[in-house]
């Protein structure tokens, strides 16, 4: 995962740092809607380090298999896209 590693991360510890204040947020009753659009944020940032690791799988790990012509892997990749891509579409 080197490809994109501090991408994924900085937004990872957006999304962490994001959930201690909506934690604090909540603990301390604060407006609804403040919460929510906190919460908001943090799918935003949680999905964009998903699409990260999604396209640096598909360009580095999903192309090594390619061009190394490695069939047995590819299909085990391709099953597991799938799994991840109905996983994705129910949330």
Do not use: F
Request: with cysteine.
């Amino acid at each position: 995962m080197a490809h994109n590693k501090d991408k994924v991360l900085i937004a990872t510890k957006k999304a962490k740092s994001l959930m201690d204040k909506v934690l604090n947020m909540i603990e301390s009753d604060q407006y609804c809607i403040n919460v929510i659009q906190q919460n908001l944020a943090i799918i935003g940032l949680l999905r964009s380090a998903n699409l990260s690791l999604l396209d640096g799988h598909i360009n580095n790990c999903v192309k090594t298999a390619v061009q190394e012509k490695n069939t047995g892997r590819l299909n085990e990749m391709m099953e597991e896209l799938v799994k991840v891509m109905k996983v994705a579409q129910t949330k």
